[in-house]
């Protein structure tokens, strides 16, 4: 069993990451609403979060993480449409 403190800082390491692409992720996320607006779509579509989600999920190696993955995905989107709404 490896040292809590190891743990902590693994979990601190992968946080770090997480924040670098969530920030990359809205800065794209930025630029589709920008694409969006200039082309008189809607922000939110059903069918392309359907299939984001979808896709996302059959990558999911760890079956028991399915819907933790699934609220991840969800909630991801939902900050998503959120920041393009402002």
Do not use: C, G, T
């Amino acid at each position: 069993m490896r040292d809590l403190n190891e743990l902590r800082i693994e979990i601190d390491h992968i946080d770090s990451q997480l924040i670098q692409l969530f920030e990359k992720r809205m800065d794209i996320v930025k630029e589709v609403i920008e694409y969006k607006l200039s082309h008189d779509m809607p922000i939110y579509q059903s069918d392309r979060e359907r299939i984001v989600l979808q896709k996302n999920l059959a990558k999911v190696e760890n079956q028991e993480l399915i819907q933790y993955a699934s609220l991840f995905l969800e909630n991801m989107m939902h900050i998503s449409k959120s920041y393009q709404s402002d």
